[in-house]
């Protein structure tokens, strides 16, 4: 008698990464996004490049090397030695969110390679996290004498100063300004892996929906309301991308979807309307 073994689908593999907030396998989850483009990925190899990675590091230091010391050890070897940093040429090209592909060119976005800065920092047994900084994904480390904030992007350490002014663009434009400032401190708050996760997909979405890439908009899509099951709004911008791809079906089942949980939300005539449209069209 033989046994039929049918190996998962990627998104299958990213549900099974994703499903707990318990030990979520950050480096992991994220290097899987790239199987949607790169269907032969081998993700366990994507690892191991970065455990490579880590080993050379390793061996700069002394078992004994002090906070301080591993801190700009990492800088040094990943910054300057490595030469990572971001794709001032080409930022919005999705390979700049592919953890293979940002090993191999040394150019990302600020999150990819906060993500990879971050499994190297945490090899080091240094207290670092990625802040979900807005518009700029931040890295935070906690030191003996205080907390150090790196852009990802540069590798530069940020004063008060200076996150203040990237802040104030946001801060008008959202109208958290006067009575309705709020400390600097609640900008620099951890993001979880999860949160992540989100982002990454999210700079992603708007890249395939800018170019109506709508295939590789609903392979995200995919995974964002895998990822977060209860988040209504992906299940609209599901249905709208299987609309652009012409699976009407489809696009209703989603509109449906959203219109059944986001009783609140502003476009709800809008979506409504479109819906109907759609099922006259699935007939």
């Given amino acids: ?117 971050l499994e190297l920092a945490q090899g080091l047994h240094l207290h670092a996290r990625g802040v979900g900084f807005p518009g700029h994904f931040m890295l935070k480390v906690t030191m003996p004498k205080g907390q150090v904030v790196i852009d990802p992007f540069t590798g530069r350490s940020l004063s008060r100063e200076e996150l203040s002014e990237r802040l104030e663009p946001y801060k008008r434009s959202s109208g958290l ?20 996760i989100a982002r990454m997909l999210r700079n992603l979405k708007e890249i395939h929906h800018t170019q109506e890439d709508w295939q590789r908009a609903i392979a995200v899509q995919d995974r964002l309301v895998v990822l977060l099951p209860e988040a209504w709004g992906e299940y609209r911008d599901r249905g709208l991308a299987h609309a652009g791809q012409g699976n009407n079906a489809l696009a209703v089942r989603d509109l449906e979807i959203y219109l059944a949980h986001a009783e609140d939300a502003l476009d709800i005539d809008v979506i409504a309307e479109r819906c109907a449209t759609l099922r006259r069209a699935a007939g």
């Fill in 1 to 117: 008698m033989s046994l039929s073994i049918t190996a998962p689908t990627a998104l299958e593999y990213f549900g099974t990464l994703v499903q707990s907030d318990e030990q979520f396998p950050l480096l992991e989850a994220v290097a899987s996004l790239a199987q949607d483009e790169y269907p032969e990925l081998d993700v366990q190899q994507v690892l191991g490049d970065v455990d490579q990675l880590l080993a050379r590091l390793r061996r700069r230091l002394p078992a004994d090397a002090a906070p301080l010391q591993r801190l700009r050890a990492l800088n040094q070897f990943f910054f300057h030695d490595l030469s990572f940093g971001g794709n001032v040429n080409d930022y919005y090209d999705p390979d700049n969110s592919y953890l293979n592909a940002v090993l191999r060119t040394r150019r990302g976005i600020p999150i990819s390679l906060a993500v990879l800065w």
């Fill in 177 to 196: 300004v006067g009575e309705f400032d709020v400390p600097l401190g609640l900008y620099l708050q951890p993001a979880t892996p999860r949160e992540i």
